[in-house]
């Protein structure tokens, strides 16, 4: 039978195109929607090459008092992903938010810098050898709080001073010998004043890091962005500087929120799916741009329909994803993939460029059985992260 619009399994999703472009291409992940919903589970499985917990190996999540770690929900992703041949980045190591509610009373000048770097050696140390990258530090720079060295006054500067950075950074090095370590932001990915501003701070860090010999592999561009959002020049000599430098870049937390956009659907997910591929296009075309995740897969599960101010006037909800509520393609599924094939690379054999998406087509594709799912987890369950 011939494949619909929708139909985009197999050698139409964007795994293969990323695999034929030398792109790894995936999205954020929630373990609770991997086990509980097969759409959720099959879109994932399908369409990525590399996922990454949205939440589950944040401070929080894995750590419910000053002693104990609970790691179930973040070995449930890595076994995922394993059983779909998925690679897996972890988020984050160090970052000013997220933090246990325990943390403040207990964390203190004096034995902040051994609560990092024990928490760094048994999170990176369990997952050690497993996983594609870390985001080592996340957010360290925000210019607006008017530091000359561009760093943001948080909990880990005010407790350690500008050496947690590096100290993050030697210590995920020594536990895990293999992860690409990354700095990851957001806000430098426009030529706006602020964001011109803020990644030349970003820069600066990058450059005091390497000319200290601190291990980083990688920059993460977190590339959450507004329908309408035009990128200059600026982000692309960004790029090309890091590659001098010898750092890959990832495209790390892509969406697109469409509050400015007004009804009908059509047009607001025509708006997101040309911000999507002017953005996406120019950037991937990089060679050093090895890696693009969208923050999320479906419309469904957006983080910011959570959010008061992404929410839109109309109180509709947003549809910032490559995917909608019912896990449909839609127009920015085919703009991302597009902007993959506009990377050099080779053609991929046997796959069918074929017309954009058509709404008037809707079609489920098939669903990966649940109890399915559940057996290949139970068996690599056993042989993984213990
Ligand atoms: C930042 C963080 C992510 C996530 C998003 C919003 O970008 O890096 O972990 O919290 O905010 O969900």
Redesign the pocket.
């Known amino acids: 039978m011939a494949p619909t619009l929708n139909d985009v399994s197999g050698l139409r999703s964007l795994r293969a195109h990323g695999a034929a472009h030398g792109l790894l291409v995936g999205c954020?992940v929630n373990p609770d929607h991997l086990d509980g919903e097969p759409d959720y589970a099959r879109t994932v499985a399908e369409q990525a090459s590399i996922v990454v917990p949205?939440?589950a190996m944040?401070w929080a999540a894995l750590r419910p008092n000053a002693t104990q770690y609970d790691f179930r929900k973040a070995d449930d992703i890595v076994v995922f992903a394993l059983s779909h041949e998925q690679k897996v980045r972890g988020?984050?190591l160090c970052?000013h938010?997220?933090l246990p509610s325990w943390f403040a009373g207990t964390v203190t000048k004096e034995n902040a810098a051994q609560y990092l770097t024990q928490h760094i050696r048994t999170v990176a140390g369990r997952f050690a050898g497993k996983l594609h990258s870390w985001?080592v530090v996340?957010?360290a720079i925000d210019v607006k709080d008017g530091r000359p060295d561009g760093l943001r006054n948080s909990p880990w500067l005010e407790l350690i001073g500008p050496s947690y950075i590096e100290l993050a950074f030697r210590t995920a090095r020594e536990a895990d010998g293999t992860a690409l370590l990354t700095y990851?932001d957001?806000g430098i990915e426009l030529d706006t004043p602020e964001q011109i501003d803020k990644r030349g701070q970003v820069m600066m860090l990058v450059r005091r890091l390497q000319a200290r010999g601190v291990p980083i592999d990688a920059v993460g561009i977190?590339s959450?962005l507004s329908a309408g959002d035009v990128p200059g020049d600026g982000l692309i000599h960004f790029i090309r500087e890091l590659r001098a430098m010898n750092l890959q870049v990832f495209v790390?937390?892509m969406d697109v929120n469409d509050r400015k956009l007004a009804e009908p659907v059509a047009e607001r997910d025509a708006g997101v799916a040309k911000t999507y591929r002017d953005y996406l296009t120019p950037v991937l075309a990089e060679p050093n741009v090895t890696v693009a995740l969208t923050?999320g897969i479906t419309d469904r599960y957006t983080?910011l329909n959570g959010l008061q101010h992404a929410s839109r006037a109309d109180g509709k909800p947003e549809r910032p994803l490559p995917f909608d509520y019912d896990y449909n393609p839609k127009p920015a599924f085919f703009a991302e993939r597009d902007s993959i094939d506009g990377r050099p690379g080779q053609a991929l054999p046997g796959a069918d460029h074929y017309a954009p998406f058509n709404p008037t087509q809707p079609q489920r594709p098939q669903q990966q059985g649940r109890a399915e799912l559940r057996r290949i987890v139970r068996n690599l369950v056993s042989s993984v992260c213990v």
């Open positions: 954020a949205e939440n944040k988020h984050n970052w938010e997220a985001d996340n957010e990851n957001y977190q959450h790390t937390e923050w983080w």
